[in-house]
C-alpha cells in the first residue's frame, strides 16, 4: 500500500510583496502524516513557485502538468493506494469560516470513475477530526485542483486537506495523526465491505 503525499505550494518565490509567499505549514504536515504511515508513505513537495508572475507556475494546475514534480507522481500513480494532497492557509477567513481543517472535494464532473466513494470518505474523516476538536468542513473544489483530478481520473483515491497556519503544529498533531490514522483504518473497512457486497450481487445477478 502507498499513501502519496504532494506538497505543490510549499516553496517559497524568489521575492515576495505580499503576506503569504507559499503553504508556510503545509509540508511539515505533510511529513508529519508520512510519519504516522511509515514505510507506506511517500512525501513529494514541488520545488516551483506558484505564481507565474515570479517565474513559477502553480504546480497544481493543469499548466503545472509536465513538470518533474508532475511527471513524478504520474509515474507513481498506479502503485498509489490514497493521494493527500496537502495545503495550508493562513487567515481565519479564508475559507469563508473559522475552519481548523478545510477538506476540498473536486466536483464529480471531474472525476467520475472514484467520484461515488469519495462523499462517504471525506464525511469519515471530518468525523474523526470533529471528534478530537478540529473545527473541520468539506466544501466543494473545483476542476483546477489538478493533482486531485488527475489522480481520480486513474481511479485512485485522492482528496485536497487544508490546514490552518493558526494551529500549534506542535500541540494538534498527534490528535491530527490519530485521525488520520483512524480515517484510513475505517476506510479500508468499508471498502472491503463494499466489494463484499459487489461480490454478493453479481452472483445474484449471475443466478
Ligand atoms: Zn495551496
Known amino acids: ?19 503569504h509567499p507559499c503553504d508556510v505549514t503545509a509540508e511539515t504536515w505533510a511529513h508529519i502524516l508520512a510519519e504516522e504511515f511509515g514505510e507506506s508513505a511517500m512525501v513529494l513537495t514541488a520545488t516551483v513557485h506558484r505564481d507565474a508572475k515570479q517565474g513559477g507556475a502553480d504546480q497544481n494546475r493543469p499548466i503545472g502538468r509536465g513538470t518533474i514534480f508532475r511527471n513524478t507522481i ?8 490514497l493521494l493527500l494532497d496537502i495545503h495550508s492557509f493562513p487567515s481565519r477567513d479564508s475559507f469563508g ?22 462523499p462517504l470518505r471525506l464525511e469519515i474523516l471530518q468525523g474523526a477530526l470533529t471528534r478530537r476538536g478540529f473545527h473541520t468542513t468539506i ?5 483546477e485542483n489538478d493533482i486531485v483530478v488527475q489522480a481520480r481520473r ?7 486537506v ?12 498527534n490528535a491530527v495523526r490519530a485521525a488520520f490514522r483512524e ?13 463484499e457486497d459487489e461480490e454478493d450481487n453479481s452472483s445474484c445477478t449471475v443466478l
Not at 183 to 195: C, K
Open 139 to 143: 466544501l466543494r473544489g473545483n476542476c
Open 97 to 118: 469560516g473559522d475552519w481548523d481543517v478545510v477538506l476540498l472535494n473536486p466536483p464529480e464532473m471531474c472525476h467520475a470513475r472514484v467520484a461515488q466513494r469519495m
Open 74 to 81: 504520474d509515474d507513481l500513480m498506479s502503485t498509489t493506494d
Open 183 to 195: 480515517w484510513v483504518f475505517q476506510t479500508n473497512s468499508v471498502e472491503q465491505e463494499e466489494e
Open 1 to 19: 500500500m502507498l499513501i502519496l503525499l504532494t506538497v505543490p505550494h510549499a516553496t517559497p518565490p524568489p521575492r515576495w510583496i505580499g503576506k
Open 154 to 160: 486513474t481511479g485512485t483515491p485522492a482528496i485536497l
Open 162 to 173: 487544508e490546514m490552518s497556519e493558526r494551529l500549534d503544529i506542535a500541540e494538534a498533531k
